[in-house]
């Protein structure tokens, strides 16, 4: 089993509120958990306005799926979302063995 980690750092330009920065990632949120199937949440820089620190993560049995997926993820953003500016994002693959049956 193989769990993908990414973080992905993005700047919101024209956000001026965090009202309207939670407005803006809620969305987001949902439209990659619809689209990918991934696990996705805020993990950091809550407070600031116009930064925000994703976290993203699926499991997989094939870790080249799982990084696959990730990439995508961050590629789907990039291309799709105009208006959100991807700063930076790193992928982490972690493999665990099961319990042999």
């Not at 799982?66 to 700063?87: F, I, K, Q, Y």
Request: charged share 15%.
């Amino acid at each position: 089993m193989f769990i993908g980690i990414c973080t992905i750092e993005l700047y919101l330009p024209g956000i001026t509120s965090l009202k309207a920065k939670r407005g803006v990632l809620k969305t987001l949120l949902a439209r990659l958990h619809r689209e990918f199937n991934v696990s996705a949440a805020e993990v950091a820089l809550h407070d600031t306005w116009q930064s925000a620190s994703l976290g993203v993560a699926t499991v997989s049995t094939s870790a080249a799926h799982a990084s696959n997926l990730l990439e995508n993820t961050v590629g789907w953003l990039e291309h799709n979302r105009p208006d959100l500016d991807v700063v930076a994002h790193s992928i982490e693959i972690v493999a665990f063995s099961t319990p042999s049956e």
